[in-house]
């Protein structure tokens, strides 16, 4: 069966520092994943994705994500956080219908 | 904003009563996605649909769930005899159809079931 896992419930980080938050995947056939990031209140916004190719994804926000199919993991990074970068981010993983599973989420807190 | 709108953005209502939401995807998608979420979780896959067509049905969906897609635009979600564990924000997503083209999706309706 398909699943994603973050491992982490909350990353805690002080602004202008890097960033990871962590995401593995257990998938048959080529992955498909996907970050996106959600609000309060709102609906999930799209960060980036990975199909095939590159290893490192260049993302919006800058933002960037790496694939690394030894270790399973698809995790996303910044080097210099923002205050503005707090929020719920999750990991999706999907397959040729689009149908995403989804992980359980990772809060991200920046410190100014 | 040419983005997925949902409507109505909250719900409340008594145990017992139906409701519907209504999901408006970004107009060339031709894919529209069904989530459900609850607090602390990441949103779980209840349904899709290839324009008017359902392609695929959670076991998450009970018979009390049904959703449509009539024309291939907009979908309605409805829920018949809600109960308290109903409440959840419900999200809707479409895409394109490409593959692994990425999910776009609206603000949800959270609904609360008292």
């Known amino acids: 069966a398909q699943s994603v896992a973050q491992p982490e419930d909350q990353v805690n980080v002080a602004e202008g520092n890097p960033l990871t938050v962590k995401c593995t995947y257990s998938?048959?056939?080529?992955?498909?994943l996907f970050w996106y990031v959600q609000y309060p209140n709102r609906g999930l916004q799209f960060l980036l994705k990975?199909?095939?190719?590159?290893?490192l994804v260049k993302g919006s926000y800058g933002f960037e994500a790496e694939f690394n199919k030894s270790q399973t993991s698809f995790h996303l990074k910044k080097p210099s956080a923002l205050v503005s970068d707090s929020a719920l981010y999750f990991c999706?993983?999907?397959?040729?219908?689009?149908?995403?599973?989804f992980g359980t989420g990772t809060l991200l807190a920046v410190q100014p | 904003d040419t983005g997925v709108s949902q409507n109505p953005r909250h719900k409340i209502t008594k145990r017992g009563q139906n409701v519907t939401f209504r999901c408006d995807p970004i107009?060339?998608?031709?894919?529209l996605y069904w989530y459900r979420q609850t607090l602390g979780q990441g949103p779980e896959f209840l349904t899709y649909f290839q324009n008017e067509a359902q392609l695929e049905k959670s076991r998450l969906l009970s018979d009390r769930f049904s959703a449509e897609r009539p024309k291939g635009s907009f979908s309605t979600l409805e829920i018949q005899r809600t109960e308290q564990g109903d409440s959840a924000m419900y999200l809707c997503?479409?895409?394109?159809?490409?593959?692994?083209?990425?999910?776009?999706f609206g603000n949800g309706t959270r609904l609360t079931v008292t």
């Open positions: 990975y199909i095939t190719g590159d290893n």
């Open positions: 107009s060339e998608h031709n894919r």
């Open positions: 997503a479409s895409s394109s159809g490409t593959p692994n083209s990425p999910l776009h």
């Open positions: 998938v048959s056939g080529n992955p498909y």
């Open positions: 999706a993983g999907g397959g040729a219908t689009n149908k995403l599973i």
